[in-house]
């Protein structure tokens, strides 16, 4: 027997349904929404160069904020993306950078060679039609206390933004959520960085 197709009225309502789902997403932040960022796992590239360039082991120092204005909450809208547990993103770029180390068998916090960071910028904005990110740090590896390099990594993303606010929230905090993996790559692949970490 085959299935009565649904009559118009059915259509429309169910038309209605979904456009009351999409008013209800869009309106469920109006009295301001808070999430924190997402844990990254281990990036299967990262641990491919990593491995495949023969970077030493090394402990982690301190990642800090460079200012007090940088690295506590991005807002879009009225949504509010905050570190996890309580940390501040400088912290959360460290934790991406062991996450990446311990996966790669690259960790050992008894190492001579310490990677630490200081996180300059941390933003992430949009404008109905288009949004933007970026994160950048100073990354210093240091050899018995002693720096022996230091350079700055910045890493950027653009997205097309929806007019629906529930949307452009959760797409700009997945867009600056995979800044901090894509930032850790760019360093932990640096010629310049391995050079120093090997010699």
Known sequence: MSPIPPSRAERMCGAGLRRLALIAAATACLGGCSAPVVELPP???TIRILRNQN??????????????????SISIRLGILHPPKGRNF???LGATFETELKAAGKLDPAAPLQLSGVLTESRASEDIKNGGGSLGARITLSRGGQPIFAKD??????WHSSI????????AF????????????????????VAAAKR
Do not use: W
């Open 174 to 193: 997945v867009q600056y959520n995979a800044l901090y993996a894509a930032l850790v790559r760019q360093a932990l692949s640096d010629p310049e960085l």
């Open 55 to 72: 970077v030493p082991a090394m402990a982690l120092g301190p990642f800090a904020p460079a200012s007090k204005d940088v690295g506590h």
């Open 90 to 92: 400088a912290e959360f």
């Open 153 to 158: 990594y910045r890493a950027e993303t653009k």
């Open 43 to 45: 990036s299967l590239e």
């Open 164 to 171: 629906i606010g529930a949307l452009a929230i959760d797409e």
